[in-house]
């Protein structure tokens, strides 16, 4: 992460956002550079979502200046792949897997005939990128939490896009589907060279991985390294309540909530 912005992926100058009066949030000045693995925090409601969403075109800054891929946002942008926060998935759900995915694809024109060979490609492609092709055929809502995340990540990897945007991708998993979740980004981020922004409340599943952190202290956007981040006080002060940052000998750091 840094301020240059100088062959950036993404490039925030003063930007800030406001829904109606109220502004969500002011002064985001940060610059992502290729192949980096940003974590996203900060408490609810602070304006996660709607910073992945300025990034997508789906919002528009009310001040200051935001360029991703060397122009300026816009929506459907097939260099861009989107996690959103997890709808969930019905339980009674009887669309296959593969269908699920096949849907990111060919949404607009569904129940129009059979899909090409390349979109079947596509799909295959994706499938296996996340080490979902075992289950291509059960029914969504028989997969779990872990599962299903793998579909919608494959979703967004169908264009091949150079930024992927995760927002909360890790929500009511288990510690160990954390784990594969992330690890699995990762991989896939070294294999593609991609840039990632992954929104996260659990950071110690993710900690290894990240080049930096984006938080949203007071209103106001704050991208810092995981030495500048991830302390007690910072933590503390973010979350409005006492978090431990525990320091192995080893230099690995643990967040402990209170
Ligand atoms: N389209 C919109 N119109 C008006 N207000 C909105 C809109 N989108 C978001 N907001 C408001 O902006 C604020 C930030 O919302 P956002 O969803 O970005 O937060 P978040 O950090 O992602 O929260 P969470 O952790 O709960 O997902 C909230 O107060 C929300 O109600
Ligand atoms: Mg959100």
Redesign the pocket.
């Known amino acids: 992460m840094t301020s240059s912005t100088d062959a950036a992926v993404l490039a925030f100058e003063n930007g800030s ?1 406001a ?2 009066r ?1 502004t ?2 002011t002064d985001a000045n940060f610059s992502l550079k290729a192949g980096e693995f940003v974590g996203v925090i ?12 300025v990034l997508l075109g789906q ?1 528009q800054l009310a001040g200051g200046s935001v360029r991703v891929l060397g122009k300026p946002p816009g929506r459907g942008n097939p260099a861009i792949g989107y996690v959103p ?1 997890r709808r969930s998935l019905a339980s009674d759900l009887a669309v296959r897997a593969y269908d699920l995915v096949l849907l990111g694809l060919v949404g607009h024109k569904w129940g129009f005939g059979p899909p090409s060979a390349a979109e079947r490609r596509a799909v295959d492609e994706a499938l296996e990128a996340v080490g979902a092709s075992d289950y291509a055929e059960q029914p969504v809502g028989l997969l779990s939490g872990g599962e299903q995340q793998r579909l919608l990540i494959a979703q967004a990897l169908l264009t091949d896009p150079k930024l992927l945007l995760l ?2 991708p890790l929500a009511s998993l288990d510690i160990k589907s954390q784990h594969e979740i992330v690890h699995l980004v990762e991989d896939i981020r070294r294999a593609r060279s991609m840039t990632v922004m992954l ?1 996260a ?1 659990d950071l110690n599943s993710m900690l290894e991985m990240l080049d930096g952190i984006v938080f ?1 202290l007071d209103g106001r956007v704050i991208a810092g390294s995981l030495d500048e981040v991830v302390r007690s006080d910072v933590l503390s002060q973010l979350y409005d309540t006492p978090v431990h940052v525990h320091v192995t000998e080893d230099g690995h750091r643990f967040v402990v909530g209170a």
């Not at 900060?42 to 969403?53: A, V, Y």
């Open positions: 956002v829904f109606g109220r969500v949030w900060g408490p609810n409601g602070t304006g996660k979502t709607t910073l992945l969403r919002v926060q927002d909360e929104v409340h949203i």
